[in-house]
């Protein structure tokens, strides 16, 4: 029998809480459960998760700060928002933090439920190409594709999803223009306003990712798209 996901849920609106966590089992998942920030971070250090699901506005400690302290350690598992606030910079600052989606309430269960599948199909997915040859070199780098890890001079950094696949897709095109509406839906599925602001952070992450080897750089083609090269 295959195990169920398991997924933090993390509200402190207790009845949207009832309604939602009651769906996600009906659902098939295993959903544990906490009303405030520092509850949360405590059964994170007690058990490891295949999802969260963060409100920002928690008490004791907020969405966006616990989000950080799991990504100090944790940079596999996805993280999706679940929050009333709909600033863009809200939505922007909680994917600098690591986040990987922001959806604003009130919400369906089906998108939920869709964005929850999407995200635990793609983890389950990379292991499976390791027979693959997807250790590739990037100038002073070793990208390994399979296992998300990018390594420089012995160090190895994790890679989230997002990231592991947008690189892949400039090695891909090496030299070449990506326009941004492929970059959209190659990674990200869609070319909706806000996926195209999201795609500007995640190029920033991957700038600083890379900024140890000065000779990589990805080009902002204005009004185009990007593209990768390697200086001589």
Request: net charge neutral; charged share 30%.
């Amino acid at each position: 029998m295959e195990k169920k996901a398991s997924i933090l849920y993390v509200e402190d609106d207790l009845t949207l809480s009832f309604i939602t966590r009651d769906n996600l089992m009906l659902k098939g998942y295993e959903v544990d459960f906490a009303d405030d920030g520092l509850k949360a971070l405590e059964m994170i250090r007690l058990r490891s998760y295949d999802l969260y699901i963060l409100d920002v506005m928690l008490p004791k400690m907020d969405g966006f700060t616990l989000a950080a302290k799991i990504r100090e350690t944790n940079v596999d598992t996805p993280i999706i928002f679940l929050t009333a606030r709909s600033l863009m910079e809200d939505r922007i600052h909680g994917l600098q933090l690591g986040g990987d989606d922001y959806i604003t309430k009130p919400f369906s269960i089906e998108e939920l439920v869709l964005k929850i599948e999407v995200f635990l199909r793609r983890s389950r997915i990379i292991p499976l190409e390791n027979n693959r040859k997807t250790v590739i070199t990037l100038g002073e780098f070793l990208f390994d594709i399979a296992n998300q890890h990018l390594s420089f001079s012995g160090k190895n950094q994790t890679l989230t999803y997002r990231e592991c696949e947008l690189l892949k897709l400039f090695v891909e095109n090496l030299n070449q223009i990506v326009k941004r509406e492929q970059i959209l839906m190659k990674v990200w599925g869609n070319d909706q306003y806000f996926s195209s602001r999201s795609l500007d952070v995640f190029i920033s992450r991957i700038r600083k990712l890379l900024k140890s080897d000065p000779a990589i750089k990805i080009e902002n083609i204005h009004n185009i798209g990007y593209r990768m090269k390697i200086d001589d």
